[in-house]
């Protein structure tokens, strides 16, 4: 069969109407049915665009000229804006913002992870979309003989120096300008990533929710840094700094952090509160960059956990342990995994930090330790917040086997958060109960989403039991110890403050051995009986021990 050729070639001048945003904030609309993508361009304009690019499936333009705009089209503010890779969206209201990060969300999950579209929620908005990044980092280059730094250009290594960010904290702009500064009146040579010379590779800056206090790390090539007691002078002058750290990173990557750091003055670490917790964070530590938002996006992972002091709740991908804290006093355990060393150790300090004496951390790949855990202990509900990439094989077969009634997923990515519900869905028994994005990335693309898994709900499994009570009672009287089940139920809810069924019992009695009648539990031809899950059958064998049954 013959290919069909585009309808488009090269610097082909076409008027356009544009239909939808992409997830890099392109508008894409349709030319005689193929796909043209526009830059620039919003949902419901009509553009002249100039064709630079074609391929079979599409083609990219460049935007020429608006014809009918959006009524959602603003100005953007910032001087850098279709510059720097920052930010996306800024020529789009912040309510048209939200509308199209909920439709994207919306699209993806509906048509990747197989998510009916009535459990997504509305998504929850920022109250103040500028000056919400408590984090920055700002690569270093040179503009002849002077230093600069800035941020990448979109798509590219390439350097735009800036003099403000109106989505970073204006105490971090202040910090920033402070060391560019710092490092023109000192001919500080910056790094040239094509050479790998020079020395001053990244300046990166955090500051806390009140902003009086900041941490500042310079990631240089060499170990040396000259008139960095200057630098700390300024810095204690007329900033909110407290400390000032080097990070080695000599290799030719473009991985920001080395694997050494040297503090040069202050305290390293630092603390940070989100309500009543708080909690200490190093340079090579994650945490989400717009506390207020942070704050909404926590209360939520609590109520989808709905915990009630009972549980155990493992905390994968923990970072320095914010979520599983956060929940903390409505869990009976947290046990946190988390594969960077430095945040495992900001964790166990945050812990007794916090007052927290239900927490503990292990180091190592969460996927994989939570895989070896659940083989030995139970767990009730698990939250789990994993980079980009989304979650491994390992946590798939985890969930599966772990008896979790609930997964509460933390997610970045709308992609590999589809691929994994519905992952989740098909190979570990768990459904989709609720959705709910939160806007922690302002003037871009990004959304955060918190999903609630449920466990497939075995009261909707079509299942029959005969329950001889009496006949059971009078079974029980040739054993050592004796229990009705009423009296073993009874037990375990005082016990445990959990209820179990007599089918659980049953099966429990079965792996002991007990002498059972027959066709005690008969499945019916339509559905499938469940099994027990491990904390009840924990709590069950307890109840036999306490009875001397066994």
Same mark, same amino acid.
Request: aromatic letters at 8%; glycine letters at 8%.
């Given at each position: ?216 790390? =310079? ?5 040396? @840094?000259?008139?960095? #007691?200057? !630098?700390? *002078?300024? $810095?204690?002058?007329? /900033?909110? %700094? ?113 007052? =927290? ?5 292990? @180091?190592?790949?969460? #996927?994989? !330790?939570? *895989?070896? $855990?659940?083989?030995? /202990?139970? %767990? ?171």
């Amino acid at each position: 069969m013959k290919e069909l050729s585009a309808p488009v070639r090269k610097n082909q001048d076409i008027t356009l109407t544009i239909d939808s945003l992409g997830s890099d904030a392109q508008g894409i609309g349709r030319y005689d049915g193929f796909v043209v993508f526009v830059p620039g361009a919003l949902p419901a304009e009509t553009v002249e665009a100039h064709i630079i690019k074609v391929t079979a499936s599409y083609a990219v333009a460049k935007l020429v000229r608006i014809l009918a705009g959006s009524a959602q089209r603003v100005a953007p503010p910032c001087p850098y804006f279709g510059l720097c890779g920052g930010c996306s969206l800024q020529h789009l209201s912040y309510e048209g913002q939200v509308a199209e990060k909920q439709r994207m969300l919306s699209d993806v999950l509906t048509r990747v992870g197989g998510v009916q579209s009535d459990v997504i929620r509305p998504m929850i908005a920022a109250q103040d979309p500028w000056h919400y990044r408590n984090k920055g980092a700002f690569p270093a280059g040179m503009d002849g003989a002077v230093p600069v730094m800035g941020l990448y250009a979109q798509r590219s290594h390439r350097i735009i120096p800036i003099e403000d960010c109106l989505i970073q904290q204006k105490a971090i702009v202040d910090i920033l300008r402070c060391v560019q500064e710092w490092a023109r009146e000192h001919h500080i040579c910056a790094y040239d990533e094509n050479t790998n010379t020079g020395n001053l590779r990244h300046v990166v800056i955090r500051c806390n929710e009140k902003e009086d206090a900041a941490a500042v790390t =310079l990631v240089t090539r060499e170990k040396t @840094l000259p008139m960095f #007691d200057d !630098l700390i *002078e300024r $810095l204690r002058a007329h /900033t909110c %700094a407290v400390c000032l750290v080097q990070n080695i990173n000599p290799r030719a990557t473009n991985v920001i952090f080395g694997a050494h750091s040297t503090t040069l003055w202050g305290e390293a670490e630092q603390c940070v509160a989100l309500n009543e917790r708080r909690f200490v964070v190093s340079d090579l530590s994650f945490f989400q960059v717009n506390y207020p938002q942070t704050v909404r996006l926590y209360d939520t992972v609590r109520d989808f956990a709905a915990l009630d002091g009972s549980q155990t709740l493992l905390d994968a991908y923990c970072g320095v342990g914010s979520i599983g804290q956060y929940l903390a006093d409505a869990c009976r355990e947290v046990i946190g995994f988390e594969i960077v060393p430095q945040a495992v150790e900001n964790a166990r300090s945050n812990a007794l930090l916090n007052g =927290l004496t239900n927490c503990r951390y292990e @180091l190592g790949d969460a #996927d994989e !330790l939570l *895989e070896k $855990l659940v083989q030995t /202990t139970p %767990a009730d509900v698990i939250v789990v917040d994993p980079p980009r990439k989304g979650v491994g094989a390992p946590f798939i077969r985890a969930a599966k086997q772990s008896g979790a009634q609930r997964i509460v997923y933390v997610s970045c990515n709308p992609g590999t958060l589809a691929r994994d519900i519905s992952l989740l869905r098909q190979e570990a028994g768990y459904r989709v109960e609720a959705i709910q994005p939160v806007d922690l990335f302002p003037q871009t693309t990004h959304v955060e989403t918190v999903v609630l898994l449920g466990r497939e709900n075995v009261d909707e499994v079509q299942y029959a039991y005969i329950d001889y009570e009496t006949k059971d009672a009078e079974y029980l009287k040739g054993l050592q110890g004796s229990a009705t089940y009423k009296e073993i139920k009874a037990w375990i809810k005082q016990e445990y403050d959990m209820n179990v069924t007599n089918l659980y019992i049953a099966q429990i009695k079965d792996k002991c051995g007990f002498a059972k009648r027959d066709n005690y539990n008969i499945g019916s031809e339509s559905g499938r009986v469940p099994t027990c899950p491990p904390e009840k059958e924990k709590a069950i064998l307890g109840a036999f021990k306490h009875f001397g049954m066994m």
